[in-house]
């Protein structure tokens, strides 16, 4: 990929990696341990919720990677540019081998060690394959992504109701949230991070960007889980019910958006599930134009809803247990949202890159000043030498490849 206009791999992406699978090892210890305490303690109501969460994640994220890895073999030569770099077998005998993982439920784990041993034989070893590397790398990103809201964001909410319930914080509890805290914000990190390789070198952002870009999400995502944390600490078995009644509506509201992320009907209404699981959370960008429109309905619908949920714990609190903290809980909260959407419209308004014209168009390929606009026919260019993550592309293409205005 010499000349290409898009980040190499490099000693960065190899640390991003390793960073990644201990994060998702010490996640993984956490919810066991947890698990384990409530088993313990006779708290089976929270150790089938915690348990449940927990399955439900590594199965979505089992069937995105298998899927995933369905279509890579169905793309032309991919397998014969990358059977060098498999640790796994070959051929045939490689396709088994993966099934029998993503079954039983060591496929995302799997897809951690492969990147790490490719991106050890490119940056440490100085052998080809970088393209294929980062091709890794971005699938990992995606995962994580789905991960998140799949299982840490729902956990870190139901540890902050038990703690609110029960009026006490365990040390365990403590780690758990940190856990999840810990998972979400690296996620957030690594996406913007991965977003950012797809950027041709003259429109580059800075760390900055990622700084605020991390900024803005925290202040977005914290109150949410709090109001549905405090919500469910007064009416718990309408929380349930809150989510049945919401998250539906937001994947037909996916579904009219016309999504088109996976190569299969099938995939496609497993990503559309996961986009409004994801919805319930934060706000997720998944189709071109209109996005503007399309933001102010979802922050001005979480806003409404989540003032719902504040109120209505304050009407059913304990006066007694939450004297101390209600007062501050209810001004700081809408606080922090309204912060991090005025947060966001920086964002747009001094980090994010702005849209340019193209020039010209020669031998199929979109010759441009460096805008982040030639960045769509790049991604795709037919270079036969080069493996590019499609997926990774088309989310980077809809956050990129608009007005700056229009996104916010």
Same mark, same amino acid.
């Given at each position: 990929?010499?000349?290409?206009?898009?980040?190499?791999?490099?000693?960065?992406?190899?640390?991003?990696?390793?960073?990644?699978?201990?994060?998702?090892?010490?996640?993984?210890?956490?919810?066991?341990?947890?698990?384990?305490?409530?088993?313990?303690?006779?708290?089976?109501?929270?150790?089938?919720?915690?348990?449940?969460?927990?399955?439900?994640?590594?199965?979505?994220?089992?069937?995105?990677?298998?899927?995933?890895?369905?279509?890579?073999?169905?793309?032309?030569?991919?397998?014969?540019?990358?059977?060098?770099? #498999?640790? /796994?077998?070959?051929?045939? *005998?490689?396709?088994? =081998?993966?099934? $029998?993982?993503? %079954?039983?439920?060591?496929?995302?784990?799997?897809?951690?060690?492969?990147?790490?041993?490719?991106?050890?034989?490119?940056?440490?070893?100085?052998?080809?394959?970088?393209?294929?590397?980062?091709?890794?790398?971005?699938?990992?990103?995606?995962?994580?992504?789905?991960?998140?809201?799949?299982?840490?964001?729902?956990?870190?909410?139901?540890?902050?109701?038990?703690?609110?319930?029960?009026?006490?914080?365990?040390?365990?509890?403590?780690?758990?949230?940190?856990?999840?805290?810990?998972?979400?914000?690296?996620?957030?990190?690594?996406?913007?991070?991965?977003?950012?390789?797809?950027?041709?070198?003259?429109?580059?952002?800075?760390?900055?960007?990622?700084?605020?870009?991390?900024?803005? #999400?925290? /202040?977005?995502?914290?109150? *949410?889980?709090?109001? =549905?944390?405090? $919500?469910?600490? %007064?009416?718990?078995?309408?929380?349930?019910?809150?989510?049945?009644?919401?998250?539906?509506?937001?994947?037909?509201?996916?579904?009219?958006?016309?999504?088109?992320?996976?190569?299969?009907?099938?995939?496609?209404?497993?990503?559309?599930?996961?986009?409004?699981?994801?919805?319930?959370?934060?706000?997720?960008?998944?189709?071109?134009?209109?996005?503007?429109?399309?933001?102010?309905?979802?922050?001005?619908?979480?806003?409404?809803?989540?003032?719902?949920?504040?109120?209505?714990?304050?009407?059913?609190?304990?006066?007694?247990?939450?004297?101390?903290?209600?007062?501050?809980?209810?001004?700081?909260?809408?606080?922090?949202?309204?912060?991090?959407?005025?947060?966001?419209?920086?964002?747009?308004?001094?980090?994010?890159?702005? *849209?340019?014209?193209?020039?010209?168009?020669?031998?199929?390929?979109?010759?441009?000043?460096?805008?982040?606009?030639?960045?769509?026919?790049?991604?795709?260019?037919?270079?036969?030498?080069?493996?590019?993550?499609?997926?990774?592309?088309?989310?980077?293409?809809?956050?990129?490849?608009?007005?700056?205005?229009?996104?916010?």
């Amino acid at each position: 990929m010499e000349g290409s206009p898009f980040s190499r791999y490099s000693w960065l992406d190899f640390l991003f990696s390793v960073i990644g699978v201990f994060t998702y090892v010490f996640d993984v210890g956490s919810d066991m341990w947890v698990a384990k305490e409530f088993y313990c303690h006779g708290e089976f109501m929270w150790f089938g919720v915690l348990v449940g969460l927990m399955i439900l994640s590594s199965v979505v994220i089992q069937m995105f990677s298998w899927f995933w890895f369905k279509y890579d073999r169905d793309l032309e030569n991919f397998d014969a540019k990358t059977a060098d770099e #498999n640790i /796994l077998f070959c051929g045939q *005998r490689r396709v088994k =081998v993966s099934c $029998f993982l993503h %079954v039983f439920q060591l496929g995302f784990f799997l897809r951690h060690l492969t990147a790490i041993w490719q991106g050890f034989r490119v940056w440490w070893r100085g052998s080809d394959g970088s393209e294929y590397a980062v091709y890794l790398v971005h699938d990992l990103s995606m995962l994580r992504l789905i991960e998140t809201f799949c299982e840490s964001a729902p956990q870190l909410t139901l540890m902050a109701y038990i703690m609110l319930y029960s009026n006490q914080a365990r040390t365990i509890q403590c780690v758990s949230a940190v856990a999840s805290t810990t998972s979400i914000a690296w996620m957030v990190v690594d996406y913007h991070r991965s977003l950012r390789s797809f950027l041709p070198d003259k429109a580059k952002q800075a760390w900055g960007s990622s700084v605020v870009y991390f900024l803005w #999400n925290l /202040l977005l995502i914290a109150p *949410r889980v709090t109001c =549905v944390a405090l $919500f469910a600490s %007064v009416l718990s078995y309408f929380i349930a019910l809150h989510f049945l009644l919401i998250w539906p509506a937001l994947v037909v509201w996916a579904w009219r958006q016309n999504t088109n992320f996976m190569d299969s009907s099938a995939g496609e209404c497993l990503y559309r599930a996961t986009v409004g699981l994801i919805w319930y959370f934060s706000w997720f960008n998944v189709a071109e134009g209109h996005t503007r429109s399309r933001s102010i309905i979802y922050h001005t619908f979480m806003m409404a809803d989540s003032t719902v949920l504040l109120v209505t714990w304050w009407c059913y609190r304990d006066l007694e247990l939450t004297q101390s903290y209600a007062l501050i809980i209810v001004v700081v909260v809408p606080a922090c949202y309204i912060l991090g959407l005025l947060v966001k419209t920086l964002y747009y308004c001094c980090f994010h890159p702005n *849209r340019r014209k193209p020039k010209s168009r020669e031998d199929g390929k979109l010759q441009t000043d460096g805008s982040v606009t030639g960045m769509v026919v790049m991604v795709t260019t037919d270079t036969p030498a080069e493996v590019q993550n499609r997926r990774m592309a088309s989310h980077a293409k809809i956050f990129y490849t608009a007005n700056t205005l229009e996104r916010v």
